[in-house]
């Protein structure tokens, strides 16, 4: 009998090691098994949140497309990625930043169904002017640089949308000079495409990080 008990003492703290070890191991196993299934949780709440992004991105697109199908079948403006492009030969003369007639026009057209896109909208419309990469003339004194010129003529254009009936909370101006250019500035063409204003409708809290310069 005292051998039997004896060989029971010496078992007992195997028992105990075993039993801790175990418990430690399935303790290990619950939490990789917690951090698995909340890195799974992790990655379908953002797959679906890029989804949705996508979707919203989408309707935008078509909602923008339907608002302007009239000047854009017309081949009076462009929309790339959301961006509605005008030339500047369109709105401007050469080194110039007196709105033409016929820019008068196309902006008079464009304003209403801007506006109608805008309305009910967390968006503002981003007038932004761009220029090709030659210096300004020397005989042109009303600009410093290209920088002004393409200020000059964001501001032109968003005063004309404005006066045309697009509420002026929700509309700004932004100048990029020669930058972002579209085309190489290699010859003629390339800079008359480089010379051009874009209307891009962004979100309201994106304003003052799309528009640095504006």
Do not use: C
């Not at 917690?34 to 996508?54: H, P």
């Not at 004194?141 to 045309?164: C, G, K, M, P």
């Amino acid at each position: 009998m005292e051998e039997t008990d004896a060989g029971l003492e010496h078992s007992a703290p195997a028992w105990a090691v075993f039993g801790d070890l175990m418990s430690g191991l399935l303790g290990a196993f619950v939490l990789i098994l917690v951090g698995v299934l909340g890195f799974q949780l992790e990655l379908a709440s953002s797959l679906e949140a890029e989804i949705n992004k996508r979707q919203a991105e989408e309707q935008r697109r078509i909602a923008l497309e339907d608002a302007l199908a009239g000047p854009l079948a017309a081949g009076r403006v462009t929309l790339d990625g959301g961006r509605i492009g005008i030339s500047g030969s369109v709105l401007f003369a050469l080194n110039s930043d007196a709105l033409q007639p016929e820019g008068r026009l196309l902006l008079n057209s464009l304003a209403q169904p801007l506006a109608t896109y805008l309305e009910g909208r967390d968006e503002i419309l981003m007038v932004s002017g761009f220029t090709d990469d030659r210096p300004i003339r020397d005989n042109n004194r009303h600009f410093a640089d290209n920088w002004e010129l393409s200020a000059q003529r964001a501001l032109t254009v968003t005063r004309a949308l404005i006066e045309a009936g697009i509420p002026s909370a929700s509309v700004f101006a932004a100048a990029f000079g020669a930058e972002q250019p579209v085309a190489p500035n290699a010859d003629e063409g390339g800079r008359a495409r480089n010379r051009r204003v874009e209307m891009a409708p962004v979100p309201r809290t994106a304003r003052q990080a799309a528009a640095p310069h504006g």
